[in-house]
């Protein structure tokens, strides 16, 4: 047990660190509510970044009307699923015309997919399409980009861009038209607000917030998981393989992929999930006790921060034979089948039940179409006399990207 739950207690704030599947879902499905907490500052200073919206709201009636409004709004932008997956074909065409620029030659894939992942973001929640060279992506006052996450200029991009987009938004707002995502918050606010009597949740301004979750939250996770999805396809040229032959097969030449070609590629599938689990790239999350528990026999006060250690949990032997190894094979069926994205005991990077990821719809839709796209346009390599590069992480973060380091795309067709 003491390889599976840690205690401490420094400068009398409590935590508990969880370490193994059967504890975190004691913790999280057993208990229901009793980890839905976030106490201000319990990981980082998230709180003073995000401000009024959902990530980091502690457990209060503000909290469940804003989930119940993120996940109606997601909801509703999605209905046309196929449609949200076409929305992200702006921003896949000039990635790939900034990777053509480079016609052959080494560059760091990096800065294209951080830039072109907010390219997508931002149209979906405001229908205007930028280019990777836009104010709005280059501006170290704007959008949140790797160069500018620093607490003090990440609270002056909430304070100014998102308040400002949002009422721009909500004036052009119609009443039954969903023209964004931002469209999608206000009609679901305004329909939630219905339900409510006598309680604090908040103002419909408070939408600025969710906006920011949004930005800030999926840039971040997005464009990491890209970047470590090319290591390890030029890592491993013989799975990348495997994924081109895939993609060939259900694909062909003639089209590009879609989000309708989902379900018939197993094996790109169990690829993205593989680099989710062996890159380490969310370390840790957790909640915060809202009463009293326990969990593995332990007392758990309230108030004690509850931590997953995803880093040792993506990585337990008693979940996940060989880990070290990079093996998409762990997530298919014997049928060769994706076993799906939440099914696996020791697999938890949405985290589950009331703090689980809304917005994961949406980043499933972007990862795979990025992903699917871009490995069925070109074949990634190292440049020649290059190394493999390394799986070190580029600097100590709750999301972490590897170094930088170079490939080469060639196209793979014409």
């Not at 076993?339 to 039940?353: A, P």
Request: a neutral charge.
């Amino acid at each position: 047990m003491e390889r599976d739950l840690n205690s401490t207690d420094a400068g009398g704030d409590k935590t508990v660190v969880l370490n193994c599947a059967s504890l975190v879902r004691e913790a999280r499905l057993g208990k229901l509510e009793n980890v839905s907490g976030k106490a201000p500052g319990c990981i980082y200073l998230w709180h003073e970044i995000f401000g009024k919206d959902l990530i980091t709201t502690d457990y209060s009636p503000e909290l469940r009307f804003r989930r119940r409004v993120f996940k109606s709004a997601i909801h509703v932008f999605g209905a046309g699923i196929e449609q949200v997956s076409e929305r992200a074909g702006h921003s896949v065409n000039i990635a790939i015309k900034e990777i053509d620029s480079h016609e052959g030659k080494p560059f760091s894939p990096r800065g294209i997919l951080e830039s072109s992942i907010l390219v997508q973001l931002w149209e979906w929640l405001t229908s205007k399409k930028l280019q990777l060279n836009d104010s709005v992506i280059k501006s170290p006052s704007y959008l949140p980009t790797q160069t500018n996450r620093d607490i003090k200029r990440a609270k002056h991009i909430r304070n100014t861009v998102f308040p400002k987009e949002y009422h721009a938004q909500k004036e052009a707002y119609s009443p039954g038209v969903i023209r964004n995502l931002t469209d999608s918050f206000i009609s679901c606010y305004e329909k939630e607000i219905t339900k409510e009597a006598n309680q604090d949740i908040g103002s419909m301004d408070d939408t600025a917030g969710l906006m920011c979750d949004v930005t800030f939250a999926g840039s971040d996770t997005t464009s990491s998981s890209l970047a470590w999805l090319f290591l390890y396809m030029v890592s491993y040229p013989d799975i990348q393989e495997k994924v081109h032959k895939e993609l060939d097969v259900v694909v062909g030449s003639d089209r590009l992929p879609s989000w309708k070609d989902v379900r018939n590629m197993p094996y790109l599938q169990a690829t993205l999930w593989e680099v989710q689990r062996v890159s380490g790239m969310m370390v840790v999350i957790g909640t915060s006790a809202i009463r009293d528990m326990t969990i593995g026999g332990y007392d758990v006060p309230k108030g004690t921060f509850v931590a997953v250690n995803l880093a040792k949990l993506h990585h337990d032997e008693r979940e996940w034979p060989e880990p070290e190894k990079f093996k998409p094979e762990r997530f298919l069926d014997s049928d060769g089948q994706f076993v799906g994205w939440n099914k696996l005991n020791g697999f938890l990077l949405f985290s589950i039940r009331r703090r689980q990821c809304a917005g994961q719809p949406l980043a499933k839709i972007m990862l795979f179409t990025f992903a699917s796209i871009l490995l069925h346009y070109y074949k990634i390599e190292l440049p020649e006399g290059e190394k493999i590069p390394s799986t070190e992480v580029s600097e100590a973060a709750l999301i972490r990207r590897p170094k930088d380091f170079k490939i080469v795309a060639k196209k793979r067709k014409d």
